[in-house]
């Protein structure tokens, strides 16, 4: 069965501290890896779309980084505005639906 | 930028009531997706579409229908609301083809008392 894994559920950082996020899948042919941030009581904002283990994306403080089995979402000196729920989700085989995972909830402290 | 509008925002209703949440999108998409999601939870897909008169339902059994008449409209509508309906109900849509991004709206908040 495809499973996404977000880990860890919750970080805390203060400001600068640069982290990174885990998304480890199990699929049946990956076509796609997607990560989106939401902010609270809002929808899914598109981020970053990967397609091959070794493909790597960056925008703003954010890096997206992918392998075989896992994606990491890296953040180089956060800022209190990047605060928000993070979640990937995976596309497989011949179907375009997207299979997400619980999310990071991220906090970001001045 | 997607411009994939729902209304309500937010809803209050009473058990037993008929409501329909709206979906537009002007990116002429032909998919279209209703997800739900919990608070804390994971998004999950409840119907989708390719494209006018085509439905299908998602990995999530709902009780809730929808229609596409019209590329650019995605109502879904539940006959007789539950608290168990409570929930967010997000509408997205895609240009197609795997690895298409998709895009999200803002999302509907229902609750049901």
């Known amino acids: 069965e495809d499973q996404v894994t977000q880990s860890p559920e919750a970080l805390r950082l203060q400001e600068g501290e640069s982290s990174s996020l885990n998304c480890s899948y199990t699929?049946?042919?990956?076509?796609?890896l997607f990560w989106y941030r939401q902010d609270p009581g809002k929808g899914p904002e598109f981020l970053f779309t990967?397609?091959?283990a070794g493909e790597e994306k960056e925008k703003e403080r954010l890096k997206a980084t992918l392998t075989k089995k896992e994606s990491f979402l890296h953040i180089t000196a956060p800022k209190p505005e990047d605060s928000a729920t993070y979640l990937c989700?995976?596309?497989?085989?011949?179907?375009?639906?997207?299979?997400f995972g619980t999310g990071t909830r991220l906090q970001v402290f001045p | 930028e997607a411009d994939i509008y729902q209304t309500p925002r937010y809803l209050v209703i009473g058990t037993g009531k008929k409501i329909t949440l709206e979906c537009s999108q002007t990116?002429?998409?032909?998919?279209m997706y209703w997800y739900q999601q919990d608070p804390g939870m994971e998004l999950h897909l409840i119907h989708y579409?390719?494209?006018?008169?085509?439905?299908e339902k998602g990995d999530l059994s709902s009780e809730s229908t929808v229609s596409r008449i019209r590329t650019e409209h995605f109502p879904l509508t539940l006959e007789s609301a539950r608290p168990s309906h409570t929930s967010q109900y997000l509408c997205?849509?895609?240009?197609?083809?795997?690895?298409?991004?998709?895009?999200f709206g803002e999302g509907s908040w229902l609750t049901v008392v």
């Open positions: 579409s390719y494209g006018v008169n085509s439905t």
């Open positions: 989700a995976v596309q497989a085989g011949n179907t375009d639906k997207l299979i």
């Open positions: 699929v049946s042919g990956l076509r796609g």
């Open positions: 990116m002429g998409h032909d998919k």
């Open positions: 990967l397609y091959s």
């Open positions: 997205a849509s895609s240009s197609g083809g795997v690895g298409n991004t998709i895009y």
